[in-house]
């Protein structure tokens, strides 16, 4: 199993940094090499992918959460 792997939920914002999901318990993942639609910002969303830096995910995939 490949423990760089990691999924998180949270809301999707564009901040200084980049685009950056905020989860829950106030934690920041820079999403790395990757461009949301405009729609998915400000959404609750899900991502999976690999960590390239201590706050850093470089995106698989993400979905937008349902309601």
Not at 9 to 27: K, W
Not at 39 to 55: H, L, N, P, R, S
Request: net charge negative.
């Amino acid at each position: 199993m490949n423990t760089n792997r990691k999924r998180i939920s949270g809301r999707l914002e564009q901040l200084p940094r980049g685009f950056t999901i905020v989860t829950e318990a106030g934690d920041h993942w820079v999403l790395d090499d990757f461009e949301p639609d405009n729609e998915q910002i400000g959404e609750e969303v899900t991502a999976e992918g690999e960590i390239v830096g201590f706050d850093r995910l470089k995106v698989d995939w993400l979905g937008v959460l349902a309601d």
